[in-house]
């Protein structure tokens, strides 16, 4: 169980969320848009949902775990500051 924790907290670069939150904005327009149209053609409205469904799962498993490709560019971080001495 904690292997399973550890991969879907993965680490992820501040590269990586942008990159993640964009292919889970675009596929959740796209899914809603491919469903909206099939259950429209097709007077399906469970088939609508069922399309929206797949593409939501879909989308979370591509977005939610730490996948390696979220973590390409590591962080520089500043070295710590000495602390000054109270006056």
Not at 30 to 39: I, K, N, Q, R, T
Not at 50 to 74: E, M, R
Request: with cysteine; aromatic share 12%.
């Amino acid at each position: 169980m904690e292997s399973i924790q550890r991969f879907v907290d993965g680490k992820i670069d501040f590269q990586g969320q942008r990159l993640a939150d964009r292919i889970m904005q675009e596929g959740l327009v796209a899914g809603a848009s491919v469903a909206f149209l099939a259950g429209y053609f097709t007077q399906n409205m469970q088939l609508c949902m069922l399309i929206f469904a797949a593409a939501t799962a879909l989308v979370a498993i591509v977005t939610v775990p730490g996948w390696g490709w979220y973590n390409k560019h590591k962080t520089e971080w500043l070295p710590n500051r000495p602390a000054e001495p109270e006056k």
